[in-house]
Nanobody, 127 residues
């Protein structure tokens, strides 16, 4: 099994940037699709971005496209979420998730498609 640990969250002013990291152990991420999700208080968990195991297929939720960038570094067994131009509505707990796949270009937006989850990291954007 793969274990995931998120880091990089914090408090930032609107317009600022943060880079979240999702470090994996136990397995190498080159066999896993990885997604980022977020959940604000009182709201359902929301898909943010996902990257295929080969890194060639990337998808974003419309609200973050052009501001967030997902990437992976196989040498560090880590997936990143670079978040720029942050808005107060981006405030949430951010979670990374992974699922084993044989398909190089497979990505998933549905949280139910992911078997492994990290504990989350809080992002707070002040206005």
């Amino acid at each position: 099994q793969v274990q995931l640990v998120e880091s990089g969250g914090g408090l930032v002013q609107a317009g600022g940037s943060l880079r979240l990291s999702c470090a994996a152990s136990g397995r190498t991420l080159d066999m896993y699709v990885v997604g980022w999700f977020r959940q604000a208080p009182g709201k359902e968990r929301e898909f943010v971005a996902a990257i295929s195991r080969n890194g060639d297929n990337i998808v974003y939720v419309t609200s973050v496209r052009g501001r967030f960038t997902i990437s992976k570094d196989n040498t560090k067994n880590t997936v990143f979420l670079q978040m720029n131009s942050l808005k107060p509505e981006d405030t949430a707990a951010y979670y990374c998730a992974a699922d084993f796949t044989f398909l190089n270009d497979y990505v998933a937006r549905d949280a139910r498609s992911y078997a492994y989850w990290g504990q989350g990291t809080q992002v707070t954007v002040s206005s």
